[in-house]
T-cell receptor, first 116, second 109 residues
Framework: GAVVSQHPSWVICKSGTSVKIECRSL??????MFWYRQFPKQSLMLMAT?????????EQGVEKDKFLINHASLTLSTLTVTSAHPEDSSFYIC????????????FGPGTRLTVL | GQNIDQPTEMTATEGAIVQINCTYQ??????LFWYQQHAGEAPTFLSY??LDGLEEKGRFSSFLSRSKGYSYLLLKELQMKDSASYLC??????????WGAGTKLIIKP
C-alpha cells in the first residue's frame, strides 16, 4: 500500500511554455501533499505544502504565481510551472501523507523537467 | 534556526559495515526518518525512530538519542547496490519534515 504516482516521468518543453505535473495517491487518501525540487547533487528542497481544498503554503523564495499548486481532491495534487525557463529545469518530486503512520511521507517517482 | 548535519560523502568496501551519523537541532521533535535515494530516483523510506534506542531491520539499523540530538544509520554486509545518498530528516513540532543535505555513500569492491 501507500503508492504515489507522478505524471509525466519526464518532460521537455520550450522556454515560455507551461508544464503541468500530476501527483496521485493510488491506494490511500492524502491529507497533505508536498512538492519538492531537487537540483543535481543537492538535497530535496521543499517548495510547498498543500492540503485538500485549501491554498498551498509556499516556502520562502518560491513564487506562488509561477508554481501553481492545486489540491482538488484527497488523491490528486497538480503543480503547474508557468512560463518555464531553463533555470526551472530540475527534478520535481511529490510526496503525500495520510496523517497516519507517524506522518511518513510516501514519495512519487519524480518528474524530470528540462526547459530548452 | 533548524539544522540537520550529516557528512557529505563516505566511502566503504563491499561486505563491510558503515555508520552514517546525523545530528539535529530543530524546534520540537516528532520523529526522525532515514531515506535512501539512488541517483535520478525519488527517496525511499528506510526507518523511523521516535524513541531512544536501536531499531533493526535486516541489514539496516537506525539509532536515536533524543537528549543528544543524534542518530545514526548502520549498514551491514554492504552491497554494491547500497551505493546511494542517505537522507536524514526530522519531523518538527509542526509536523514538517526538515531535511539534511544527504550523505553520498560510495561502495568499492
Amino acid at each position: 500500500g501507500a503508492v504515489v504516482s507522478q505524471h509525466p516521468s519526464w518532460v521537455i518543453c520550450k522556454s515560455g511554455t507551461s508544464v503541468k505535473i500530476e501527483c496521485r495517491s493510488l491506494d490511500f487518501q492524502a491529507t497533505t501533499m508536498f512538492w519538492y525540487r531537487q537540483f543535481p547533487k543537492q538535497s530535496l528542497m521543499l517548495m510547498a505544502t498543500s492540503n485538500e481544498g485549501s491554498k498551498a503554503t509556499y516556502e520562502q523564495g518560491v513564487e506562488k504565481d509561477k508554481f501553481l499548486i492545486n489540491h482538488a481532491s484527497l488523491t490528486l495534487s497538480t503543480l503547474t510551472v508557468t512560463s518555464a525557463h531553463p533555470e526551472d529545469s530540475s527534478f520535481y518530486i511529490c510526496s503525500a501523507t495520510s496523517g497516519k503512520d507517524h506522518n511518513e511521507q510516501f514519495f512519487g517517482p519524480g518528474t524530470r523537467l528540462t526547459v530548452l | 534556526g533548524q539544522n540537520i548535519d550529516q557528512p557529505t560523502e563516505m566511502t566503504a568496501t563491499e561486505g563491510a559495515i558503515v555508520q552514517i551519523n546525523c545530528t539535529y537541532q530543530t524546534s520540537g521533535f516528532n520523529g526522525l526518518f532515514w531515506y535512501q535515494q539512488h541517483a535520478g530516483e525519488a527517496p525511499t523510506f528506510l526507518s523511523y525512530n521516535v524513541l531512544d534506542g536501536l531499531e533493526e531491520k535486516g541489514r539496516f539499523s537506525s539509532f536515536l538519542s533524543r537528549s543528544k540530538g543524534y542518530s545514526y544509520l548502520l549498514l551491514k554486509e554492504l552491497q554494491m547496490k547500497d551505493s546511494a545518498s542517505y537522507l536524514c530528516a526530522v519531523l518538527d513540532s509542526n509536523y514538517q519534515l526538515i531535511w539534511g543535505a544527504g550523505t553520498k555513500l560510495i561502495i568499492k569492491p
